[in-house]
């Protein structure tokens, strides 16, 4: 069983940046993948981005260039950098985890089977 609990949302301006933190309970973390999603009112549920156990990385489109996903298995949290916000980055984001296996952890087919209760993220024009 993996609890995870994300943190560092809030409200910032178009173009600012904020810095998400998921922490997890696991010891065996380090062999997770690990994945942030986000969902906006009305909207389905998005992969915003994953990363691998050997620090392989992915983005959606509608984030690369500006959002970076990171780990630090030695604290057991994970990290989502985001910078150059946008008002269609509003939504509530979600931390994800999965044991190690196939597909690989930045495949858009890997499935996620442990969820954090989410934070807000809200970006004003």
């Known amino acids: 069983q993996v609890q995870l609990v994300e943190s560092g949302g809030g409200s910032v301006q178009a173009g600012g940046s904020l810095r998400l933190s998921c922490a997890a309970s696991a010891y065996t973390y380090s062999i997770y993948c690990m994945g942030w999603f986000r969902q906006a009112p009305g909207k389905e549920r998005e992969k915003v981005s994953a990363?691998?156990?050997?620090?392989?990385?992915a983005y959606s489109d509608s984030v690369k260039g500006r959002f970076t996903i990171s780990r630090d298995n030695a604290k057991n949290t994970l990290y989502l950098q985001m910078n150059s916000l946008k008002p269609e980055d509003t939504a509530m984001y979600y931390c994800?985890?999965?044991?190690?296996?196939?597909?690989?952890?930045?495949?858009?087919?890997?499935?996620?089977?442990?969820w954090g209760q989410g934070t807000q993220v809200t970006v004003s024009s």
């Open positions: 994800a985890a999965d044991p190690p296996g196939w597909p690989p952890c930045t495949s858009a087919l890997r499935r996620y089977n442990y």
């Open positions: 990363i691998g156990t050997d620090g392989s990385t």
